[in-house]
């Protein structure tokens, strides 16, 4: 089941402002053609997903902020 964005308060502090580069690529980068382009691979029933533009997100700012490994992006995310 595809997930919805939830509002959240900024969580980011780490050496990277992971909320800094996510508002600068929301401002450039419009994403909304995600959900409607992967919305057939997402079951009915089940768990809720991380919404497909936030993971689209991460993948960028993997990219862009040359971090090694998803897992250390999820590290830095949580902090």
């Known amino acids: 089941m595809m997930g919805e964005k ?3 308060s900024p969580l980011w ?5 992971l909320d ?14 995600v959900r409607a382009q992967v919305a057939h691979t997402y079951g009915r029933r089940g768990n809720k ?6 993971i689209l997100r991460m993948m960028l700012l993997l990219f862009l902020e040359d971090i090694k490994s998803e897992r250390e992006l999820m590290r830095s995310a949580r902090l």
């Open 6 to 8: 939830e509002p959240q």
């Open 13 to 17: 502090n780490c050496r990277v402002n």
């Open 20 to 33: 800094k580069r996510v508002r600068r690529i929301n401002e450039v980068l419009d994403l909304s053609f």
């Open 49 to 54: 997903s991380v919404p497909p533009e936030v």
